[in-house]
């Protein structure tokens, strides 16, 4: 079963504005990564938060994580073309041995030039 | 440094054949991974590594054995091919020491059993 639910499942924008996408998971957790993958590649991460953690800022990108409410956000700004991919959220619930990614859906998103 | 790396890219199969999906990091990663990705979904962990000799199973391990040969490589066999196995393959590794690292993925395959 999938830990994570992803919203929207797409998303179209015009390049330069903001792309915010949002992840929602089931149980408590240890960190919260985001991936993006492009059509027909693997994936690549992005960011990694973890469960004390409320905000992450890297380059364009913002993520913040409420655990009380069990969801993350995704922000990249002044969104480019080549931001074109598909963006996924996982979830790692474990405190020791392998890490163990439970993986959202996704949201596959467009940036119109 | 290649990363990981998969064997082969593409692959066709007919229900009832075998065959091995291999991969290989160069990281010095102890934790090596195999997902499965369905048309529009995430990934789904098939069986994972957490060191060299050991093997577990993970989210959707039925019809799929793994051997991690050595710390850099790690093989996913298909004893006897279904249409249900169709889907595209990554393998991933990961440090895990700390825990909170990266996981790296290689390039995928793509597997149709006829």
């Known amino acids: 079963s999938q830990q994570g639910e992803e919203d929207p499942q797409a998303l179209s924008i015009q390049e330069g504005e903001n792309a915010t996408m949002n992840c929602s998971y089931k149980t408590s957790i240890n960190n919260l990564q985001w991936y993006r993958q492009n059509s027909g590649r693997g994936l690549v991460h992005l960011i990694l938060?973890?469960?004390?953690?409320r905000e992450k800022h890297s380059g364009r990108l913002r993520v913040t994580l409420d655990t009380s409410k069990k969801s993350s956000s995704l922000l990249i700004t002044a969104s480019r073309a080549a931001d074109t991919a598909s963006y996924f959220c996982a979830t790692d619930r474990g405190t020791q041995g392998a890490q163990k990614l439970v993986f959202g859906q996704g949201t596959r998103l467009t940036i119109n030039p | 440094n290649a990363g990981v790396t998969q064997t082969p890219k593409f692959q066709v199969l007919k229900t009832g054949q075998s065959m091995t999906l291999q991969c290989a990091q160069d990281m010095n990663h102890n934790s090596m991974y195999w997902y499965r990705q369905d048309p529009g979904m995430g990934l789904r962990l098939i069986y994972y590594s957490a060191s060299e000799g050991t093997t577990d199973k993970g989210e959707v391990p039925n019809g799929y054995n793994v051997s991690r040969l050595n710390k850099r490589e790690f093989s996913l066999r298909l004893e006897s091919a279904a249409p249900s196995q169709t889907s595209v393959y990554f393998c991933a590794s990961t440090r895990d020491s700390p825990r909170y690292n990266e996981q790296f993925f290689g390039p995928g395959t793509r597997l149709t059993v006829l």
């Open positions: 938060i973890r469960s004390n953690e």
